[in-house]
C-alpha cells in the first residue's frame, strides 16, 4: 500500500480521533466524577496522590430516580413517534420527486432543503406564532366557526413530535430519494408484464430496494430526535420531559457536569444498539436487492 493511500485512509481516522473520541473520552471521564464548588466543578480523575477516583454514583442515581428513567423513555417515544411519522411522509415525497420529470428534480429537491436557508431557532419560533392560542390556525378555525374556544396546539407533546418531524423532514427525503432514484424502472414493467399489479409491484420491489434508505434516513431523525432541547422546549413545554432537557439543567441550570456526562454516555450506550440493528437491516436487504436485480 502506497504512502498516498495510507494517508488518505488515515484522515478519516484522525478527523474521528479529534473530533469524537477525545470529547467522548472526556465525557466519560466526567461521568465517573463527583462534583464539588471549583473550576473545573468536578472532581479530577487522580487525587494528588495518584489514586484513580471513578465514582458510579451517577450512573446508579439515573436508574434508581424515576424522572431521568421516565425522562429516557419519554425520548425514546417522542423519537421514534417522529421517525415513523417522517417516514410515512417522507416516502411519498422521497418517491414523488424520485419519479418526477429529470427537469423537475433539481427544483423540487431545492424547495425540499429551502428551509434550512433560515435559522433553525427562526422556524421554530415561527411556528410557536402558527400554534399558539391566538395564532394563525386557531383564529382560522374561529373564523371559519369550526370551533367554539382555541384548541391547546402547543405545549403538548403532539406539538413536540410535530416540530421534531417538520425540523427533521428533509433528513428522511433526502437519502430515500437518493436510493429510490436508483432504482430500475424496468424491474417494475418486468413485473407488469408478468401480471404483478402496481401495489404488489410496489411491495416486492420498490420497497425492499429502498429498505438501505429508510434505514438512513430513520437514523438520521432518531439520533438527533432522541437528544432534542429546542424544540420539546419551545413546543413541547414543561409536561414533554426528554433527556436532553434534562441534561441542559443538570449542565447549566445545576451545575452538575458529571450527572450531565452520564446522561449523555448513558444516551450514546442507548443509541449503539439501534444504529448497529439498523446497519445490520441495510446491509442485508441491499444484498438480496442487489441479487435479484
Not at 421514534?80 to 411519522?85: E, R
Not at 421554530?124 to 390556525?137: D, E, K, N, Q, V
Not at 420497497?207 to 432518531?222: E, H, N, R, T
Request: proline share 7%; hydrophobic share 60%.
Amino acid at each position: 500500500m502506497s504512502w498516498r493511500r495510507r494517508l488518505t485512509l488515515a484522515l478519516p481516522y484522525l478527523w474521528l480521533a479529534i473530533f469524537f473520541v477525545l470529547p467522548f473520552a472526556l465525557v466519560a471521564k466526567i461521568s465517573v466524577a463527583q462534583v464539588q464548588v471549583s473550576v473545573p466543578p468536578y472532581t479530577p480523575l487522580f487525587d494528588t496522590q495518584g489514586h484513580l477516583q471513578i465514582d458510579w454514583a451517577n450512573y446508579k442515581l439515573l436508574f434508581s430516580d424515576t424522572i431521568y428513567v421516565k425522562a429516557y423513555l419519554g425520548s425514546l417515544r417522542i423519537a421514534a413517534l417522529s421517525t415513523v411519522i417522517a417516514l410515512l411522509i417522507g416516502y411519498p415525497l422521497a418517491y414523488a420527486v424520485a419519479r418526477s420529470p429529470a427537469r423537475w428534480r433539481s427544483i423540487l429537491l431545492l424547495l425540499l432543503v429551502a428551509p434550512f436557508f433560515t435559522s433553525f431557532l427562526v422556524r421554530i419560533y415561527a411556528w410557536i406564532g402558527l400554534l399558539r392560542p391566538t395564532g394563525i390556525i386557531n383564529a382560522a378555525f374561529l373564523s371559519l366557526g369550526l370551533i367554539d374556544e382555541p384548541l391547546k396546539l402547543i405545549n403538548t407533546e403532539a406539538a413536540a413530535i410535530f416540530g421534531i418531524v417538520y425540523a427533521y423532514l428533509p433528513f428522511m427525503v433526502l437519502p430515500l430519494y437518493a436510493r429510490l432514484d436508483k432504482l430500475d424502472v424496468t424491474l417494475l414493467e418486468a413485473a407488469a408484464d408478468l401480471g404483478a399489479t402496481p401495489w404488489r409491484a410496489f411491495w416486492s420491489i420498490t420497497v425492499p430496494w429502498s429498505l438501505p434508505g429508510i434505514a438512513a434516513g430513520c437514523l438520521l431523525v432518531f439520533i438527533p430526535a432522541l437528544g432534542e432541547f429546542v424544540i420539546p422546549e419551545l413546543l413541547g413545554g414543561p409536561d414533554t420531559l426528554m433527556i436532553g432537557k434534562i441534561m441542559w439543567a443538570e449542565f447549566f441550570s445545576n451545575r452538575d457536569w458529571p450527572l450531565s456526562a452520564a446522561a449523555t454516555v448513558l444516551l450514546l450506550g442507548l443509541l449503539v444498539v439501534p444504529i448497529m440493528a439498523l446497519q445490520t437491516i441495510a446491509a442485508r436487504a441491499e444484498g438480496r436487492a442487489e441479487a435479484r436485480a
